[in-house]
């Protein structure tokens, strides 16, 4: 785009980058190629010079998430059965019971993966989003480094609902004692999973676009 | 041995910030990182495919042990239940979690399945330089779906849930909670083990 920077880039030189396989092919344009339109000719990926869409996608996911969160914390997440009493825990309530009793590592780590990386994950989408629609520039290297670790972490959130399988599997005594998945599971299990297509369609590549028109 | 394209220095454009490096010839074991923003761009692997394939074999091998044999025997007051993953996705499926069971059985069944069948349909032929028709579209794959394969994460749920109900019952662990332990380093190692750019360049020689 402007040759008088020393910052190059596959963007600057009109160049696509394919995801798949990483071969640069020229394009005429440093804009968008529309989807479909050219693809890569060693492995045959589409090529985009940037994620298509990637800023109004990761928003609607991001909200889809941030609403979802809501009664993924607020209904119980587990259903036992004892000897006819049933009782409904939701996730936090579930960390409050193992302080309650001693066990505070496993309180530790399902308040983090179920509490914690869900609502960073989120706020971190949510200031990466606003600060590219913003045009900044400031501290790139750092925005590019939480991006990576909400990418490694997301998967982690999981750990909780991977519990309710495991205990629904193991506690199946009939009257005596049953586990079974709450409501909450659901919109939790459906919060992870959203979140972690919201970063995959955030495309870093953005944050340093604004670096480069800046000068 | 080591004759590939990614011995070759070649340009790339980081995957991260788009920036323009000059990737110098790797010695096996070493890898380039972006000077701008860090981030890997590419990895030479020490053995060539030969690791990679080894991890794989092991990975499908042990995969196949944590899905037959039973994870955790759950005894209380004489009753001992045996539980496989495919009782616990079933489970939930019954009690109408179909979107949960679902989620569960792809992270955990259906996307490490398919990787590592993937990885051995490109690697076997690959080591002796010949390729299986289909083959891009299975690395496309693989790199698409290789986010969403859990299981080191259901390991730390089979942890979890262990020390939730130990007070309540008896547990003894199964040979396929161990199988899965030993699958987190596995999984971790082979990442680091299979470079696509080094597929990439094997499969067009190979072409």
Not at chain 2, 53 to 80: E, H, K, W, Y
């Amino acid at each position: 785009m402007n040759t008088s920077l020393s910052v190059i880039t596959g963007r600057s030189e009109a160049l696509l980058s394919c995801h798949a396989c990483g071969l640069l092919t020229p394009c005429s344009s440093p804009d968008d190629v529309p989807a479909g339109h050219e693809r890569c000719s060693r492995c045959g990926s589409a090529l985009h010079m940037r994620y298509t869409d990637s800023l109004n996608r990761t928003w609607a996911l991001l909200i889809t998430a941030v609403i979802l969160y809501i009664p993924a914390n607020l209904l119980p997440i587990t259903q036992t059965s004892s000897l006819g009493l049933t009782q409904d825990k939701t996730i936090m309530q579930g960390v409050i019971y193992f302080l309650q009793h001693g066990e505070w590592p496993i309180a530790v780590v399902i308040f983090t993966a179920s509490i914690l990386v869900p609502l960073l994950k989120m706020a971190v989408l949510l200031y990466l989003l606003i600060s590219v629609q913003r045009g900044s520039s400031k501290r790139a290297l750092e925005r590019t480094k939480i991006y990576r670790i909400i990418e490694f972490i997301g998967r982690w959130s999981m750990i909780d609902i991977f519990v309710v399988v495991i205990m629904v599997a193991l506690v199946q005594l009939g009257t005596l004692a049953s586990i079974a998945a709450g409501e909450g599971a659901l919109y939790f299990c459906a919060v992870v999973i959203i979140t972690m297509f919201a970063s995959a369609s955030f495309d870093p590549r953005l944050i340093w676009d604004r670096c480069e028109t800046d000068g | 041995m080591y004759d590939d394209a990614i011995l070759q220095s070649v340009v790339v454009a980081c995957p991260d910030c788009d920036l323009l490096n000059q990737v110098p010839e790797l010695v096996p074991g070493d890898s380039a990182f972006c000077i701008r923003c860090n981030a890997t761009l590419a990895r030479n692997p020490k053995d060539g495919l030969e690791r990679g394939l080894a991890l794989t074999c092991t990975a499908a091998i042990l995969f196949v042990v944590a899905n037959v044999f039973p994870f955790l025997s759950f005894g209380m007051d004489g009753l001992v239940t045996h539980t496989t993953l495919v009782t616990g996705i079933v489970g939930l499926y019954n009690q109408g979690m179909v979107f949960v069971a679902a989620v569960v059985a792809v992270t955990i069944v259906i996307v490490p399945t398919l990787v590592l069948v993937g990885l051995m349909y490109l690697l076997f032929p690959l080591r002796s330089g010949r390729c299986l028709p289909g083959s891009e579209l299975v690395i496309r794959w693989i790199i698409r779906m290789y986010a969403w394969n859990m299981v080191e994460v259901f390991m730390i749920g089979i942890v979890v849930a262990a020390v939730k109900l130990h007070t309540m019952a008896v547990l003894i662990p199964g040979l396929a909670a161990w199988s899965f332990m030993l699958l987190i380093f596995v999984f971790a190692w082979l990442s680091i083990s299979v470079d696509v750019r080094v597929l990439w360049s094997r499969l067009e020689a190979a072409r």
